[in-house]
C-alpha cells in the first residue's frame, strides 16, 4: 500500500512541477569554482531559487525519517544515492518554494542523473551555468579556506577535481550539443565573474517570462 501511494505521489509531483512549466537552471563547476558565492548573487538579483542537491541529501539524512536512514547508510558504506532520492528530494523543494525559477546546484553530477530528471520531471533545463576554473586556482582557494582541515589536503583535493570531470564531462557534452551551455571563467575575481553572470540572466531570463 505504501509502495503505491508513493508512487502515486511521484506522478503527481512530477505533473505539477511540468503544469509550473519553471525555469530550471543547472548549475555545475569543480569544487572551489565559487558557484556557490554567484548562485547568492543570482538569488539576490534574478529572484530565483537556489537548490542544492548535497544540502537536500544532508537535511534528509539529518532528519531522522525512513529515507534519511537510507540515505545515511549508503552514505557510510560509500554508495552513491540513488538518482530516483535525489530527484524526489529537489521535485519537493521546487513544490514548496512557490517560485517557478530554479538554481540546482551541483546536480546532475552525471549522465545517469542527467537522464534520470528529465525523465521522471520531464523538464529540461532552460541552459546549464558551468564556472570553468583551472585546478590551480580551485586547488588554491581550497587550501586557504579550508586551512587545518586534514580532509582537504592537495591529494584529497585533486581526487574530488577528478571526479569531478570525470563524471560531469558527458553532462556537459549533451548539454554543448544542444547549445545550452553557457561557461563562465571563474578564475577571475567575484565581482567580475558576477558581471559575466548577469550578462547571461538578464537578457536570456527576461525574455523567457
Known amino acids: ?13 512530477a505533473r505539477s512541477l511540468a503544469d509550473l512549466k519553471p525555469t530550471v537552471v543547472f548549475v555545475l ?3 572551489g569554482s565559487g558557484k556557490g558565492t554567484q548562485c547568492a548573487n543570482i538569488v539576490k538579483h534574478f529572484g530565483f531559487t537556489h537548490l542544492s542537491a548535497g544540502d537536500l541529501l544532508r537535511a534528509e539524512r539529518n532528519s531522522g525519517s525512513e529515507n534519511g ?3 545515511s547508510n549508503m552514505i557510510k558504506e560509500g554508495q552513491i544515492v540513488p538518482s530516483a532520492v535525489t530527484i524526489k528530494l529537489l521535485e519537493r523543494a521546487m513544490l514548496e518554494s512557490g517560485n517557478d525559477k530554479f538554481l540546482i546546484d551541483g546536480f546532475p553530477r552525471n549522465e545517469e542523473n542527467r537522464a534520470a530528471f528529465e525523465d521522471v520531471t520531464k523538464i529540461e533545463p532552460s541552459f546549464v551555468l558551468y ?8 586547488e588554491k582557494r581550497l587550501l586557504s579556506r579550508n586551512q587545518g582541515r586534514d580532509d582537504d589536503n592537495v591529494e584529497t583535493i585533486r ?9 560531469t564531462q558527458k ?8 547549445g545550452k551551455v553557457r561557461k563562465i571563467d571563474a578564475g577571475r575575481p567575484v565581482e567580475e565573474v558576477f558581471e559575466s553572470v548577469k550578462g547571461i540572466f538578464g537578457p536570456k531570463v527576461e525574455k523567457a517570462d
Open 29 to 31: 563547476g569543480g569544487p
Open 69 to 71: 536512514t537510507m540515505i
Open 159 to 167: 581526487k574530488r577535481f577528478k571526479v569531478f570531470l570525470e563524471s
Open 131 to 138: 564556472f570553468d576554473c583551472s585546478e590551480e586556482e580551485m
Open 171 to 178: 553532462v556537459l557534452e549533451h548539454y554543448n550539443a544542444q
Open 1 to 13: 500500500m505504501g509502495t503505491a501511494v508513493n508512487a502515486v505521489s511521484r506522478k503527481e509531483a
